[in-house]
């Protein structure tokens, strides 16, 4: 049987009222050295976070201007080479107009030459020698009534005279009439036809001479047209190329910065798991020397 002193009794009573006010300031303390850590770790991990959150953001957003901007870039090459097309496909037409109009005026020329040293002459000499050929048969007309006449003045009982006489006589005057129309026939040639073939020659050669002139106006006109439509297409392509490549500087800019948060990030993640396991430790040894002290 053991025997208990009062020394004894005193110290057990001591040691089972004591542990609660003794340990609750020891949990306190150590958990007032853990939490305070802990929640400025995880602050600084959460602002971390969201930084590199908003860095992707940003890049993802670089990544799409840039993919815009190339596309810009294509889009604005297509056009302007589309109008040095237009502007080559321009130029062929206005020479082509220039060298048609050229070609109508050489032969509108040529053709009011042609009529003045060839048409004419040959015009005038068929109507001088109508005129002349109805004068001979004329002629001969009067001159075979006059024989007739003289004939038949000797002989005044031939028979048929009279008839033979009208028949001259008719003769006679139908190569008057034919005198008179081979006559009016050279007027209407020389005073009123060859002149109006002239005039409407020479209005062929002045309205191709203002069809070649509009013609070059036109083309010089379609031709500076087209060179300032690709002047415009190569400066809109010029600006596209600027914001293209001011966009991919951007671009790489933020990647870089991406990429340096992402190793930062993944350094302070490889660094968390030592940092904690530390702590732990020392929470574990914390209890074993509360543990010894008790004892």
Do not use: W, Y
């Amino acid at each position: 049987m053991i025997r208990t002193t009062p020394l004894l009794v005193l110290l057990a009573v001591a040691c089972q009222s004591a542990p609660p006010q003794e340990s609750a300031p020891a949990q306190v303390a150590v958990d007032g050295s853990a939490e305070p850590g802990a929640s400025g770790d995880q602050g600084s991990r959460n602002a971390a976070e969201a930084g590199l959150a908003k860095l992707e953001k940003r890049a993802s957003a670089a990544d799409k201007g840039f993919t815009e901007a190339r596309r810009a870039v294509r889009l604005k090459t297509a056009e302007r080479e589309l109008a040095e097309l237009a502007a080559a496909a321009t130029a062929r037409g206005a020479d082509e107009a220039v060298r048609a109009a050229r070609v109508g005026l050489e032969v509108a020329r040529a053709d009011r030459a042609r009529f003045d040293a060839m048409e004419r002459p040959v015009k005038v000499g068929e109507a001088e020698l109508s005129v002349g050929q109805a004068q001979e048969r004329l002629r001969v007309a009067e001159t075979d009534l006059l024989g007739i006449l003289e004939i038949f003045e000797e002989e005044s009982e031939a028979r048929a005279k009279d008839e033979i006489i009208r028949r001259n006589q008719i003769a006679v005057q139908t190569a008057k009439q034919r005198v008179e129309h081979a006559q009016l026939k050279q007027a209407m040639v020389v005073e009123g036809e060859l002149p109006a073939r002239m005039a409407k020659l020479s209005e062929a050669v002045r309205a191709a001479e203002a069809k070649l002139a509009a013609a070059e106006a036109k083309a010089e006109q379609s031709k500076r047209r087209a060179t300032l439509d690709v002047g415009v297409a190569k400066s809109e392509e010029a600006d596209a190329r600027k914001a293209s490549s001011k966009a991919e500087k951007e671009r790489a800019q933020l990647r870089k910065r991406l990429k340096a948060a992402k190793a930062k990030a993944e350094a302070a993640a490889a660094e968390g798991p030592s940092v904690e396991s530390g702590s732990a430790a020392d929470g574990e040894a914390s209890p074993g020397a509360a543990a010894s002290g008790d004892q």
